[in-house]
């Protein structure tokens, strides 16, 4: 991947010390990711707490994932009963 060693000689040059990187997996199967770069270090434990801004974007994209990644469709119904008088003619 070409775009890594840029990304890392980019990091330096701009003094950033630390990368956090978070996403998830919405139920229809839609992904985000979210990247932080940070001017300060950032412990593992620090770290750790960006879980719960995870959860948080993933809460407020349950919201527009029927809206955003699927159009809404519209629902049909298959009434059986009438299906099947109508192959019994």
Do not use: W
């Not at 990368?19 to 300060?40: E, N, Q, T, Y």
């Amino acid at each position: 991947m070409p775009r890594i060693p840029l990304i890392y000689q980019t990091r330096k040059k701009m003094g950033v010390k630390s990368v956090i990187g978070l996403g998830g997996i919405l139920p229809k199967g839609d992904v985000f990711a979210v990247v932080i770069f940070s001017k300060c270090e950032i412990s593992r434990e620090q770290a750790a707490l960006f879980r719960l801004i995870a959860l948080n974007i993933k809460i407020a994209a349950l919201h527009f994932a029927q809206q955003i990644f699927e159009p809404a469709a519209k629902k049909t119904t298959l009434d059986f009963a009438a299906y099947n008088k109508i192959l019994e003619l």
